[in-house]
């Protein structure tokens, strides 16, 4: 047996390797044809991720069908559809999506950058039958029906805006901006189609927002809406959406950070976004209608415009008080993790009723104090850097109810922003 295979060895390896230098050549080329087969192998399986992530979470097409066939059926309107769907002067491009349900786009129209945005539901998903837009139709552009009149639509969305943002008394302003931000055509009217697109739109929590703070520096302004498709200024320059999305829940969390770190600004450019932030929360606190939370805080939501001033990328993880509220009250819990609204927003459970409670473990302050930690941290000045990490960690651990702490809460945030403000004050920073 050993001299057969001394002999198969000499027929095989010596005719291939005459030399010791060249025996080691076809090592050399196996390993390098491995590679290269590794490397092919590996790109392959990156594009087919990226190309199915893709056609899943991209489907503007599909929105935009569906959107324009109840457009042109007659159920509903807007100040974009005629461009949208008739004149083809919306130019959509670049996909932002991070979730299938939430289709985002960067476009153009009337010459101004835009992010589109429309909603899409899971019956419109890429294994839904052709009664999928009908399905819509009956859920989303059901209400409200013929035969409402101005007045009971008014008293509907009275209604509507009290059970999510409480009863306050600046609603009756707010409906009325309701009410003229339907009246497309301005002719003092609200149509059945006009009501349809209006009422759908105030499902949406970023809507309210964008309705709630239009007279504020760091939301992005409303420019129009067919049905519940609607665009806002560009998706600002700073935030991460549109780097990459694709990619992003590729990535481990710690590499994320830090390529949002070394794409970012220079630090006291940073220091100007985060007061814009820390503003930005203030304006959350106690505005002219209610309370909101922040329930996703990430740094892909922390944008910036061209002279670095914050504004929020995403408002749709903005959620009105008492919306949250009401959906954790009373809801069936073992731990806190249950009581959990979006991402993280959480209540305590009570371990004897198993019911979580409608108040937050942790305020928006906290959240974004966190969050500031991995944000300023990095590359702040030495002698900065020790106050400035005490103060974020006194900030990132404030808990407790709201209404119980907010002395406490507005000191907290005005220490900070005096802290930040004052190191690049009076320098071209500022």
């Known amino acids: 047996m050993r001299r057969l295979r001394r002999l198969a060895h000499r027929l095989l390896v010596r005719p291939f390797s005459p030399g010791p230098q060249q025996g080691r050549l076809p090592g050399h080329r196996v390993k390098f044809v491995l590679l290269v087969w590794l490397g092919v192998f590996a790109g392959s399986w990156l594009a087919y991720v990226n190309y199915t992530s893709y056609t899943e979470l991209c489907r503007g097409h599909v929105c935009q069908a569906v959107i324009c066939d109840q457009y042109h059926k007659g159920i509903i309107s807007g100040s974009l559809c005629q461009d949208l769907c008739q004149l083809h002067k919306v130019e959509w491009r670049a996909c932002l999506s991070s979730v299938p349900s939430q289709q985002v786009y960067s476009g153009l129209w009337q010459g101004k950058e835009v992010t589109i945005k429309c909603n899409i539901e899971e019956s419109w998903s890429a294994k839904a039958g052709p009664e999928a837009p009908t399905r819509r139709e009956l859920v989303l552009f059901d209400r409200p029906v013929r035969g409402t009149s101005i007045q009971e639509f008014r008293e509907m969305t009275l209604s509507f805006l009290k059970a999510n943002l409480g009863d306050l008394p600046s609603l009756p302003a707010l409906v009325g901006q309701v009410l003229a931000l339907a009246d497309v055509n301005k002719d003092g009217r609200v149509s059945l189609a006009e009501a349809k697109a209006a009422w759908a739109l105030l499902q949406g929590n970023e809507f309210l927002l964008l309705l709630s703070l239009r007279d504020k520096e760091h939301a992005a302004r409303l420019l129009g809406f067919c049905g519940d498709l609607y665009v806002t200024e560009g998706a600002p320059p700073g935030s991460w959406q549109g780097a990459a999305p694709l990619l ?31 503003e930005f929360v203030e304006e959350l606190f106690h505005g002219a209608y209610g309370t909101f939370y922040m329930c996703e805080t990430t740094l892909a939501n922390v944008g910036y415009t061209a002279t670095h001033d914050f504004r929020m990328a995403d408002l749709r993880q903005v ?76 900030c990132a651990t404030l808990s407790g109810l709201a209404s119980q702490v907010e002395a406490h809460h ?21």
């Open 248 to 278: 992003r829940p590729l990535l481990p969390p710690a590499l994320h950070r830090a390529l949002q770190q070394w794409l970012g600004p220079p630090w006291p450019w940073r220091a100007k976004v985060a007061i814009g932030l820390l």
């Open 319 to 394: 959620a009105p008080a008492a919306a949250v509220r009401r959906f954790l009250r009373g809801r069936r819990c073992a731990h806190s993790a249950d009581c959990t609204y979006g991402r993280d927003c959480r209540a305590p459970c009570d371990q004897l009723l198993r019911q979580c409670k409608g108040d937050l473990l942790q305020p928006n302050l906290a959240k974004v104090c966190e969050l500031l930690r991995d944000y300023l941290l990095p590359g702040a000045p030495g002698e900065l850097r020790t106050e400035l990490g005490r103060q974020l960690s006194t």
């Open 410 to 430: 507005s000191l907290v945030l005005s220490h900070l922003k005096t802290l930040l403000w004052t190191t690049i004050s009076n320098t071209k920073y500022s």
